[in-house]
């Protein structure tokens, strides 16, 4: 027998140890197993997130809440598997080895204190750490020393694991609500909504998990294209570590709306931009979904005083858009803007003002009859308040529930989701998990209507003591539905909230159906 048949004889036996594994770990004994339809999906074995460092501030109250829903994960568990689920900081190095801070200036706090010296954090150290499933963990960080943070869960805490990290600073110029849920590291994210304007200070945060260094690339596109910038390429992201850029540093524009376009050459990042307006509060502008020809944005608050719409169109050609917005009775076109046209390359912004007036909704956007399939990537900027009192949150194009998703962080008072069904009937289950300190699970049924979006306040656990997490379920028969959470937490007159869409958790994967076939092993 000559090597080539060993090797061919090796690869089976291994093929057919795979295969036997997954049919073994597969919940739901056969109805997990592929069929003539299509692969199998299996729980994944492991799963990654990244939290920014919270907050430059040094009356920063910060919030870590992690959780991983009860189900397909135990049962595809190996017998006696615990599993783990720990995030821990994510240093960020200066050249003398101590952890530095994202600014070029010394914060300030109301009475003029200068920020602390943050000391160097343990990367060994666990920040935060969940035991089970079905029960959420929660830690708190006080300071501008809190670091960003990276982990990763396995076994049954891997399939579904969320985490959420919400920052509270009460006072000063920086008083906002900034809150975000960490996420997985990955090669590619646009972020429409971003600005280098005076009155900004906008960063974009970079996340390594990895054991070697990661080298990104940071492109900005403004209403005429592309924005000239050389110190945007290149950047090395060291191991285990977090990277602060300040936009207006790479480039002498000041634009009121741009797209930030981060990419890597080498390795992985997590990214997501913390956006700061001297007026009008703070929050973290996540990423918007893959660039695609259409586009929901779910959930803009009834009570929103200014509305705006920052769009950027991928590819060789313009998109023309449809602008639909789904309240609770159906869907609209906001009066002058049933149509817009963003040109190839760039980024196009639009006022919708108050639109909402006193009704949540969410905003469509799908190309015209003659508009072509160009993708697009977009993101609604929404203020609450007036005056001196106003707050900002940011909501971006989000793919679908799909199975299942998260939101991690809940407290008593505060939350409301919004779910929109835009082609079909939806049918979501809405699991409130104990709380991080105890209570009682509870758990309610929405329909949601085609062409509309429902608000509604959640199920909250019975005897809640602590936060507690929400798990959306898109149930059997139903159509696609797009969600997201707003949770408020006003201070001192000022509406403070902050809003976290609620993608697919990813918590299976497909894997193909395999079999063995000796006739590969004749000579």
């Known amino acids: ?238 191991a285990k570590s977090s990277v602060p850029v300040l936009l207006s540093t790479l480039t002498s524009a000041a634009a009121d709306d741009l797209t930030v376009h981060v990419t890597t050459r080498s390795g992985r990042v997590g990214a997501v931009v913390q956006a700061s307006d001297a007026k009008a509060g703070a929050d973290w502008l996540p990423a918007s979904a893959d660039p695609a020809a259409s586009q929901v944005l779910p959930g803009i608050p009834g009570d929103a005083t200014d509305v705006r719409l920052v769009v950027y169109a991928k590819g060789a050609d313009d998109a023309d858009l449809k602008v639909r917005l789904a309240g609770a009775s159906g869907s609209f076109t906001p009066a002058g803007l049933d149509t817009v046209h963003v040109k190839s390359g760039m980024t196009a912004s639009f006022d919708l003002k108050n639109v909402m007036r006193g009704e949540v909704g969410s905003l469509l956007l799908t190309p015209t009859s003659d508009g072509g399939k160009t993708p697009i990537a977009a993101a609604l900027r929404v203020v609450r308040g007036t005056g001196d009192k106003q707050e900002t949150a940011y909501i971006p194009a989000t793919a679908p529930v799909g199975d299942r998703s998260t939101a991690a962080d809940n407290r008593a008072k505060g939350s409301m989701l919004a779910f929109n069904a835009p082609t079909a009937a939806a049918t979501v289950k809405v699991t409130a998990s104990p709380g991080t300190e105890g209570g009682e699970p509870q758990t309610m049924t929405y329909t949601v209507k085609a062409g509309t979006t429902l608000a509604v306040e959640p199920p909250v656990p019975s005897g809640l003591k602590g936060s507690y997490a929400l798990t959306v379920e898109t149930q059997p028969g139903s159509g696609p539905v797009y969600a997201s959470r707003t949770l408020a937490l006003p201070q001192g007159g000022i509406p403070m909230f902050t809003v976290q869409t609620l993608p697919d958790d990813k918590g299976t994967v497909a894997v193909p159906a395999a079999k063995q076939d000796l006739s590969v092993l004749d000579d």
């Open 1 to 238: 027998m000559n090597r080539s048949t060993l090797s061919l004889i090796a690869a089976a036996v291994a093929l057919a140890a795979v295969t036997g594994f997954a049919a073994v770990t597969a919940p739901g004994g056969d109805s997990a197993k592929a069929d003539a339809k299509g692969p199998a999906r299996l729980p994944v074995e492991r799963s990654s997130l990244l939290c920014p460092a919270p907050s430059l501030s040094d009356l920063a109250e910060t919030t870590y809440t992690t959780f991983t829903p009860k189900g397909s994960g135990e049962a595809g568990a190996k017998a006696g598997t615990a599993g783990s689920a720990v995030l821990k900081p994510a240093v960020t190095p200066l050249t003398d080895g101590t952890p530095a801070k994202p600014t070029d200036k010394a914060d300030k706090d109301k009475k003029g204190k200068k920020g602390k010296t943050p000391e160097k954090p343990d990367p060994n150290k666990a920040v935060v750490t969940l035991k089970e499933p079905g029960k959420p963990a929660s830690a708190t960080a006080d300071g501008s020393d809190a670091p960003a943070l990276a982990g990763s869960a396995d076994g049954p805490l891997a399939p579904g694991w969320a985490a959420q990290q919400t920052t509270v600073v009460s006072a000063g110029d920086a008083r906002a609500v900034l809150g975000t849920r960490c996420t997985e590291p990955d090669t590619d994210f646009w972020f429409p909504g971003a600005s280098t304007a005076k009155t900004r200070q906008d960063y974009v945060h970079l996340t390594n998990p990895d054991d070697t260094a990661a080298v990104a690339d940071i492109e900005l596109f403004g209403k005429d294209g592309p924005v000239k910038s050389e110190v945007g390429e290149g950047i090395t992201v060291p």
